[in-house]
Every structure is written in C-alpha cells, then in structure tokens.
C-alpha cells in the first residue's frame, strides 16, 4: 500500500493492472488488493482488471466454482501474460497487530501448522520456507496465483522491509519469487 501509495507516475502508461489475489474482506482497505490495483491504474494509466472472489473460501466445490466464472477466468489469462509483478511478502512471524487483522484468516492450528511446515513467508498468500520451497497446503482455499507461475514472470518486485522479514525475504529470493 504504501509503495503504491508513495508513486508520482504520469498516468500515459498503457498498462493493464490486476490483482494476483482475491480480496478479505475483514482487513482494513489498505490491505485490499483492488484498491491498490485501482490506485496503481489511476496513478499511472491504463486499465484496471478487478477480480471479485474472496481470498479466501471455505470449500473446494466454491472455489473452483468461483474460479471457473468468466470474470475470474479473464483476470487469469492476463495471469498467464504478466511482464512485471509487484508483490508484498509476508512473514509467518506477525506481530499482534496484524495476527488481529488475519484472525479469521488463519487460526491458531493454521499458525501451528505452518510453524511445523517451517514456513517463513508468504506471497499472495501462498507459503514458503526459507529455501523458497512452497509449504504444501499452507492455506487451503486459497485463490490467488501460484508461486510456480510467479516464477515465470520476468520482473518480480519484491516488496517488504525490517529485520523480522529477513527470513521471508531469503525464501522468496531462493524460491525465484522475487528478482528486484
């Protein structure tokens, strides 16, 4: 957020911008996927693809439902021609007040499960551990692209900052989630 946020660009671009993930709908608008992609679109021009699905679902038969809708089909095939992405990673070692934000997200079991799983980070909230290995079933229901079709995108800006992320910052370095 406050990357995008912080940008001066002249809105001549012709870009297309989605999101890489569903949106929460319980955590504060500065977490929300959309309004930075909007944000992003409007600052710098272009057109805005919004993807309408929760990040979350609860069962497999909703979420592949969802994902097989024209809307999300159509912000998955631009998935497929992304040049860069811009990604934040997170740390499987949050503070209090972010657990607060994902608490309906990720209960105490998940965080016991990850923990065991020796995840360190994750990008659209898809897991890893500090060799950039993906954590199998860090999330279940998760709709967002994966880490091993991140691989495949030629710039992948990395986005996060302070020592209690040095861990995930490694993971997504090693796992070829980040170049820049």
């Known amino acids: 957020y406050e990357v995008v946020d912080a940008l001066e660009a002249s809105a001549d671009k012709e870009l297309t911008v989605v999101p890489l993930m569903g949106g929460l709908g319980q955590v504060s608008p500065s977490f929300q996927v959309h309004a930075m992609s909007r944000i992003l679109c409007e600052k710098m021009g272009g057109e805005w693809r919004p993807l309408y699905v929760p990040a979350i ?6 979420q592949q439902s969802l994902l097989a ?24 070692k949050m503070g209090p007040e972010v657990q607060m934000l994902f608490a309906d997200y990720l209960d105490d079991g998940r965080f016991t499960y990850l923990a065991q799983a020796q995840a360190v980070g994750d990008i659209c909230m898809r897991f890893f551990n500090v060799a950039g290995q993906p954590i199998a079933d860090g999330l279940p229901g998760v709709m967002s692209i994966e880490l091993e079709q991140l691989r495949q995108v030629p710039r992948l800006i990395g986005v996060a900052g302070g020592a209690e992320k040095a861990e995930a910052i490694l993971g997504a370095v090693r ?3 980040i170049n820049m």
Do not use: C, F, M, R
Request: glycine fraction near 12%; charged fraction near 15%; avoid cysteine.
């Open 57 to 62: 679902v609860d069962n497999p038969e909703t």
């Open 69 to 92: 809708s024209s809307d999300a089909k159509q912000v998955k095939a631009h998935w497929q021609q992304l040049t860069v992405a811009l990604l934040g990673i997170g740390n499987i």
């Open 175 to 177: 796992g070829g989630y």
